[in-house]
C-alpha cells in the first residue's frame, strides 16, 4: 500500500525553537508539497518541490523553510517557532503531471507551539 | 485573493436524502476540479474530480457538475449516509501549473442518521 508518511501525529514546542516536520513517500513521486490547515481557512499551500533540491514558495511561506535532499523526502522547518503556527500540517506527493486525483496525503501533524 | 470559495461552513442533511456542497472559483485558468474527504486525524483523499471539459461527472453515490460560465460547481450525494460526515474540500488546478492544486476552505458536512 503507497503511503505518505508523516514522522509525528502531534507535537508541542516551545515558541522560538526550530521544528523540523519530515515527510516520506514510497512512490516515487516527483512533486511534494507541505499544507496547513487550520478552521475556516481550509488548506493553505506552504511550499512545493518538483524535483530533489528545488523549492518553490506556495501562498504563505513567510516563517517556514523547507529542504528536499532525497526524492522520497521533504522536510518543512520552522525557523523559530511561533503561536501562529499552531496548527494541522498536511504533506502531500503526486507524480509530475499528474492532475489533482494523484495527490497522496499523509496523515497530519498537529503542532502546538506554546 | 481567494480563487476557490465554499461560502457556507457546514450542512446538516438527513440519512437518505441529497446532500449539495458548493463551491465558486474566480480564476478562469483552472481547468480541472476535484473534491477530497477528510475525516478527523486523517489526511484528506480524493474523491471525484471533473475537467474543464465535461459539465457532468458521476462516480456511484457521487456526482459533480460544474457550470463553467458561473465559474461554480457543485457536489451531489445521494442517498447520503452516516459515513459521508466528513469536511469536504473543493480544489481547483491548471494543467500548466504543475499539478499546484488550491483548496476552498472546506464545508463540514453531518449526516443525521
Known amino acids: 500500500d503507497v503511503k505518505v508518511t508523516q514522522s509525528s501525529r502531534y507535537l508541542v514546542k516551545r515558541t522560538g525553537e526550530k521544528v523540523f516536520l519530515e515527510c516520506v513517500q514510497d512512490?516515487?513521486?516527483?512533486?511534494m508539497f507541505w499544507y496547513r490547515q487550520d478552521p475556516g481557512l481550509g488548506l493553505r499551500l506552504i511550499y512545493f518541490?518538483?524535483?530533489?533540491?528545488?523549492?518553490e514558495k506556495g501562498d504563505i511561506p513567510e516563517g517556514y523553510s523547507v529542504s528536499r535532499e532525497k526524492k522520497e523526502r521533504f522536510s518543512l522547518i520552522l525557523e523559530s517557532a511561533s503561536t501562529n503556527q499552531t496548527s494541522m500540517y498536511l504533506c502531500?506527493?503526486?507524480?509530475?503531471?499528474?492532475?489533482?486525483?494523484?495527490?497522496?496525503f499523509g496523515s497530519g501533524t498537529r503542532l502546538t507551539v506554546v | 485573493d481567494q480563487q476557490v470559495k465554499q461560502n457556507s461552513p457546514s450542512l446538516s442533511v438527513q440519512e437518505g436524502r441529497i446532500s449539495i456542497l458548493n463551491c465558486d472559483y474566480t480564476?478562469?485558468?483552472?481547468?480541472?476540479f476535484l473534491w477530497y474527504k477528510k475525516y478527523p486525524a486523517e489526511g484528506p483523499t480524493f474523491l471525484i474530480s471533473?475537467?474543464?471539459?465535461?459539465d457532468k461527472n458521476e462516480d456511484g453515490r457521487f456526482t459533480v457538475f460544474l457550470n463553467k460560465s458561473a465559474k461554480h460547481l457543485s457536489l451531489h450525494i445521494v442517498p447520503s449516509q452516516p459515513g459521508d460526515s466528513a469536511v469536504y474540500f473543493c480544489?481547483?488546478?491548471?494543467?500548466?501549473?504543475?499539478?499546484?492544486?488550491?483548496f476552498g476552505k472546506g464545508i463540514t458536512l453531518s449526516v443525521r442518521p
Open positions: 480564476n478562469s485558468m483552472f481547468d480541472y
Open positions: 502531500a506527493s503526486s507524480l509530475q503531471g499528474a492532475r489533482g486525483y494523484g495527490y497522496t
Open positions: 512512490m516515487d513521486h516527483e512533486n
Open positions: 471533473i475537467s474543464s471539459i465535461k
Open positions: 518541490s518538483y524535483d530533489v533540491k528545488m523549492k
Open positions: 480544489a481547483a488546478g491548471n494543467t500548466g501549473a504543475n499539478s499546484k492544486l488550491t
